[in-house]
């Protein structure tokens, strides 16, 4: 569903991504850890074709997504950090936007029932998304790509700043999305929630994907410890 073959890109004097290698199949999970500035962010503007890649390529359900822009687009949904929506409007009228914007009308019964799903409270649907929490924004955007039918899902660093509750919320909805046959593509710095959705998580320092496993290579290791330990080794051959 999603692939990176080669992937590179480079800004000016900075190599933001080295020759990433990655594959997401329908009902994963995929998590990317790594320290600031690892190239994970890089790696889903590559994939929504927000840059272009100095080399190698991003694959969307088979389209290479630089020769297929428009197309590849229409099977992705995009969860940022800080879901925006037009905070006059309330979280229905978004919804009804958006969906319509990304070629999915909704109408009334339909509207309530996505917003049922993703656990946004029956009395906030017609409310001004502005006095939305930052969680209740991402219900929303949640219920956007619902309503999408998208088949991949790219998610960056969803679950910050959200309370333990609105992120085991949060984690619930992405996994009935997997259960669907949607690949999902997670940016996050958060190991618990990793450990507890992925179902395969890479690793990256400084533009490369520096460890991968599947959560059966983790049995009985701890995350951190992991993450730790190739991060260090990443950085002393990097200055070696
Ligand atoms: N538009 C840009 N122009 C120049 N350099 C950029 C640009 N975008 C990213 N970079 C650089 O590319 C590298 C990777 O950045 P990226 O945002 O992908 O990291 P990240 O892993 O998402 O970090 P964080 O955890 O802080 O979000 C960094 O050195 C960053 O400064």
Known sequence: MLRAEALTKRYEEVEALTGLELEVRPGEVYCLL???GAGKSTTMNLFLGFAAPTAGRAWVCGLDVQHHLIESKRHLAYIPEQ???YPHLSGAENLEYFAGLGGSAV????????LERVGLPAAAHHRRSGEYSKGMRQKVGLAIAVAKRARALL??????GLD?????????LVR??????????MATHDLFRARD???RIGIMSAGRL????????????DLERVYLEHVRRAAEEAAA
């Open 155 to 160: 998610l960056d660093e969803p679950t910050s």
């Open 210 to 221: 520096v460890w991968e496993g599947g959560s059966g290579d983790l049995a009985g290791e």
């Open 107 to 114: 109408s009334g019964p339909e509207i309530a029932a996505l």
């Open 83 to 85: 879901v925006h929506l």
């Open 197 to 199: 959705l992925a179902s």
């Open 34 to 36: 790594g320290p600031n």
């Open 176 to 185: 009935s999305m997997c259960d669907e046959g949607v690949a999902v593509l």
């Open 164 to 172: 333990p509750r609105a992120s085991f919320e949060f984690s619930r």
